[in-house]
């Protein structure tokens, strides 16, 4: 996968290309993004477990999961604009698919866990990836509830993503957290 060797490049065109394959498909854009492999990890996982320098492939799944949530309200507006809010035979079904999808996909893809409850941000932080851990916080710097429910995420060993960086022996990702979040969350983390 295009991650594995960090190439955004070749990340971009298979998205453009899911993207229109998602026209014609039932398979959706979010589907692609948090669909998981054997140890249920995400392209996104994968992306934070590469390397330091996965950060340009993390950029590009971050722009995705951002157009896709713009495009999800846009389209969302424009529904509710056009009153077509009429309930039509066999509807019942869509409507429940569409209260699932009604989470934003940047909360659905940071805080989605594999077997052993890690998010993206615990790959990130164990392999020491301070750029993909700045690039994970500042996609969610204006969202503070989120914020706090990525920050705070433990994985099954009771780890948050801070604590993971400190216990490997990774202080620059760690000192990355104390230096990009707001000082209440900061100090609250290091407790």
Known sequence: ????????????LL???????????????????????????????????????????VTVLLDVVK????????????????GDKEKKEG???????????????LEEVLLQCNKENNTPLHYASKQGGSKVV???????KENRILMEKVIFA?????????????????QETADTFLNKLPDDLAEKLKR
Do not use: P
Not at 1 to 12: S, W
Not at 134 to 140: E, K, Q, R, T, Y
């Open 154 to 170: 433990r994985n099954n060993d009771g780890n948050t993503a801070w604590s993971l960086a400190m216990s490997e022996g990774k």
């Open 91 to 105: 509807d019942e079904e869509k409507e429940n698919e569409a209260d699932s999808v009604d989470k934003d996909l």
């Open 15 to 57: 998205f453009a290309k899911w993207k229109e394959q998602c026209k014609d498909d039932e398979i959706t854009m979010r589907g692609m993004l948090t669909r998981s492999d054997g140890n249920d990890d995400t392209i996104l996982h994968n992306a934070c477990v590469a390397t330091q320098e996965a950060a340009e492939c």
């Open 67 to 82: 157009q896709e949530d713009k495009e999800r309200l846009e389209n969302k507006d424009k529904e509710e604009k056009e």
């Open 1 to 12: 996968m295009a991650v594995f060797v960090n190439n955004a490049d070749v990340l971009k």
């Open 134 to 140: 700045s690039l994970l916080l500042d996609a969610i």
